[in-house]
Nanobody, 121 residues
């Protein structure tokens, strides 16, 4: 049973930093893209950052220069370093991964349970 477990959310003042982690486990043969989405109250879930297995990254314009995504393929873990946080970065952050499982021909997308990030002004 594949699981994604996130950690690292919390409350921080504007200008501060947080680091999110997401570890995948359970029957994993390999992982393609890993990334982070967020959802603010009353808004749709949006892409924050994504990284392919080969290391290509893509960021939302609103976080470029402030957030950095990275991954440790040996640990099946993805990180999101968030610096210079703004109140508008507040929301629930979700980890996602395209996971290749044993005995299945194609990767499937999995999501974490979400971790709350709150930035106070």
């Amino acid at each position: 049973q594949v699981q994604l477990v996130e950690s690292g959310g919390g409350l921080v003042q504007a200008g501060g930093s947080l680091r999110l982690s997401c570890a995948a486990s359970g029957g994993i043969r390999g992982i393609d893209a890993m990334g982070w989405y967020r959802q603010a109250p009353g808004k749709q879930r949006e892409l924050v950052a994504v990284e392919t297995r080969g290391g290509t990254t893509n960021y939302a314009d609103s976080v470029k220069g402030r957030f950095t995504i990275s991954r440790d393929n040996a640990k099946n873990t993805v990180y999101l370093q968030m610096n210079s946080l703004l109140p508008e970065d507040t929301g629930v952050y979700y980890c996602t991964a395209a996971i290749r499982e044993f005995l299945l021909p194609r990767p499937r997308d999995y999501w974490g349970q979400g971790t709350q990030v709150t930035v106070s002004s």
